[in-house]
Each structure stands twice: as structure tokens, then as C-alpha cells.
């Protein structure tokens, strides 16, 4: 069955403008959605010649592979993104409390998630990570390298340019500080709730 669209645009935030989430949204996300449902429809009609042909330097197959998990991992992490904004940015809840249990104190925590927005190449995240029961913040620099076999995000932090060029220009800090104070505990709350399940 075909991937839909299943987030919503969350228009104009405080400092990311609605320009930037009308592109972020309309065209790159919804791309993702697209681009999955295409690779994953030619990837069930692929013909033995290519599968023949399967190459780890150039090959049809190899490229529809390649496609498939950065098409997938787009619209997953996209849809945890406009999920989890549209609030006031302060943090509260039982992901707060563990938080603060796992990392000391929400200072501490904070500088180390925005530290790694700096150093991604593409994505920062905060996951559970089931394997050992415990919350991680994990980088990504593609959106098909990075990630950790059965971690589940909880904050995804975009830092491709596209997040923030047109509002902040090069300014990736002042980026990353409106992010944070855009994000909707509430809802981060609710996704963590339902992974304690
Ligand atoms: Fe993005």
C-alpha cells in the first residue's frame, strides 16, 4: 500500500518562518513520501536482469536500494520534525524527568543535543534505544548513515541547510535555539508514552 502524507505543515513558528516550512513541508517532505512510493513500485517489478546485474559500485538495483532507505528514513524523521513543533519550547513531562535522570540536568542535556546539531551533517536525534533501555542522542549525516538498528526518535533536528538558510542564513546556533523553543512537549511527550508501552 502507498505511503501517504501524514504530517501537517506547521505554518509560520517563532523565528522559522512559513516560507521555510511551506518548502520544508510541500516540496522536500512530501518528496520523501513520493520518491519511497516510487522506488518501493519499481523495486516489485524489478526484472532478473537486474537483480542479475546487482553491483555495489553502479547497478540498477544498488541504486534503488540506496533510494529506498534514504527516501524512508526522509519521511520517517520529517514527520517525528513538523510532529513535535508548534509549541512553547518548555520541557516538562516523564521524557523530562528521564532526561534529567540520564544526563544530570536539562543545561547539560541541552548543550550536548545542540552541540551535535552543529556537528551533523543532517540530523541530530533523541532516541530510545530498546537494545539497552536508554535514551541517546544519536547524529546522522545522511539520512541512510547514522542510525542504530531499532532506536526510536523522539526529537529529530534537522541541520540540512534547507532548515534554516532562509531564515537565519549561515546562523545554525540561532537555528537550532528557535528550534528548541518551538518544540511541543506535549506531543514529544505522547510519542514517548506510547514507545513505554
Ligand atoms: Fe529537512
Redesign the pocket.
Known amino acids: 500500500m502507498a505511503h501517504i502524507v501524514k504530517s501537517t505543515n506547521p505554518g509560520e513558528l517563532n523565528g522559522i518562518s512559513a516560507k521555510t516550512n511551506d518548502i ?1 513541508f510541500g516540496k ?2 512530501t518528496g520523501y513520501v513520493n520518491k519511497r512510493n516510487e522506488v518501493e513500485e519499481k523495486l516489485s517489478k524489478i526484472e532478473s536482469a537486474d537483480l542479475d546485474s546487482a553491483n555495489q559500485v553502479y547497478s540498477m538495483y544498488r541504486g534503488l536500494k540506496d533510494g529506498e532507505t534514504f527516501a524512508a528514513n ?1 519521511m520517517i ?2 514527520e517525528v ?1 513538523f510532529d513535535i513543533l508548534g509549541g512553547e519550547g518548555k520541557p516538562g513531562g516523564k521524557l523530562f524527568d528521564d532526561i534529567v535522570a540520564e544526563w544530570d540536568s536539562w543545561e547539560n542535556f541541552e548543550a550536548i543535543f545542540m552541540a551535535s546539531g552543529m556537528a551533523a551533517r543532517g540530523w541530530a536525534i533523541l532516541a530510545f534505544d530498546p537494545s539497552d533501555e536508554k535514551l541517546h542522542i544519536y547524529q546522522a549525516d545522511a539520512q541512510n548513515q547514522g542510525g542504530v538498528w531499532g532506536a526510536i526518535p523522539l526529537i529529530t533536528l ?1 541541520v ?1 541547510e ?2 534554516y538558510m532562509i531564515d537565519f542564513g549561515a546562523d545554525r546556533k540561532a537555528y537550532i535555539a528557535a528550534f528548541m523553543q518551538n518544540l511541543n512537549w506535549d506531543k514529544i511527550n505522547t510519542r514517548y508514552e506510547k514507545i513505554s508501552k
Open positions: 520544508h522536500l517532505y526522509g524523521l520529517h520534525f534537522d540540512y534547507h532548515a
